[in-house]
């Protein structure tokens, strides 16, 4: 079945960059990943989309969060990257990746990565 993994470091200091990567296996079709989706849940919060990349590589954002936010992929297009700067303690989350055949669907989750801001 289809698995979802975060990666990337669990403390980042204020001011720096945040950058995670969520690597996709056991697809059987690219339509199983063809928006691949980052969002958050800070404590006390609920989730909050962040962006998406889609299979050919447009990108959207969430406005609240974009002059700060990229998303990429590789070129197996099984690996997507999210890059949050000048981050600060209120960016401290849980960050998922997820991914679906459509927009707006979360059809596979990764079980999440827990990233801490604080100096």
């Known amino acids: 079945q289809v698995q979802l993994q975060e990666s990337g470091p669990g403390l980042v200091q204020p001011s720096q960059t945040l950058s995670l990567t969520c690597t996709v296996s056991?697809?059987?079709?690219?339509?199983?990943?063809?928006?691949s989706n980052w969002i958050r849940q800070r404590p006390g919060k609920g989730l909050e989309w962040m962006g998406t990349?889609?299979?050919?590589?447009?990108?959207y954002y969430n406005p609240i969060l974009k002059s700060r936010t990229g998303i990429s992929r590789d070129t197996s297009k099984t690996q997507f990257t999210l890059t949050l700067s000048s981050v600060a303690p209120e960016d401290t989350a849980v960050y998922y990746c997820?991914?679906?055949?459509?927009?707006?669907?979360?059809?596979?989750w990764g079980q999440g990565a827990q990233v801490t801001v604080s100096s």
């Open positions: 997820a991914t679906g055949a459509r927009w707006g669907n979360y059809d596979y």
């Open positions: 990349i889609g299979y050919s590589g447009n990108t």
């Open positions: 056991g697809a059987t079709s690219s339509t199983n990943y063809y928006y």
